[in-house]
C-alpha cells in the first residue's frame, strides 16, 4: 500500500526552525519527485518546494527562499523540509506529495502536519 506519513509540525516562535519529515512506505521515494506543499485557513493549497527526481534539484516559492530546504535520504526512503527563520505567514497545513515532475500534477498526498508559527 501506497503511503505518505508527514510530522514533524507543531507550534513555534517566530524567528524559530521546524524540520518536517515525509517517510514513504509501499514504494521507493528516490524515484520520484516529490513536493511540499501548504494550506493556511481560508486561502488556497500552494505549492512550497519541490526535489526533482534523478539529479534531485530543488525549487522553491519566493516567499520561502534562503529560509527552507529541501533534501532527500534515500536510505531512510524520507524527504525532508527544513524551515528556518519561520514568520508567523508560514502558519498552515504542510503536506509532502509525489508528483510526476516538479510543477505538474500530484500523484499521492501525505496527511499534512500543522505547522503554526505564533509568540
Known amino acids: 500500500q501506497v503511503q505518505l506519513v508527514e510530522s514533524g509540525g507543531g507550534l513555534v516562535q517566530p524567528g524559530g526552525s521546524l524540520r518536517l519529515s515525509c517517510a514513504a512506505s509501499?514504494?521507493?521515494?528516490?524515484?520520484?519527485?516529490v513536493g511540499w506543499f501548504r494550506q493556511a485557513p481560508g486561502k488556497e493549497r500552494e505549492g512550497v518546494s519541490c526535489?526533482?527526481?534523478?539529479?534531485?534539484?530543488?525549487s522553491y516559492t519566493d516567499s520561502v527562499k534562503g529560509r527552507f530546504t529541501i533534501s532527500r535520504d534515500n536510505a531512510k526512503n524520507t524527504v525532508y523540509l527544513q524551515m528556518n527563520s519561520l514568520k508567523p505567514e508560514d502558519t498552515a497545513v504542510y503536506y509532502c506529495a509525489t508528483v510526476r515532475r516538479c510543477g505538474a500534477q500530484v500523484v499521492y498526498w501525505g496527511q499534512g502536519t500543522q505547522v503554526t508559527v505564533s509568540s
Open positions: 526535489i526533482s527526481r534523478g539529479d534531485d534539484s530543488t
Open positions: 509501499g514504494f521507493t521515494l528516490n524515484y520520484v519527485a
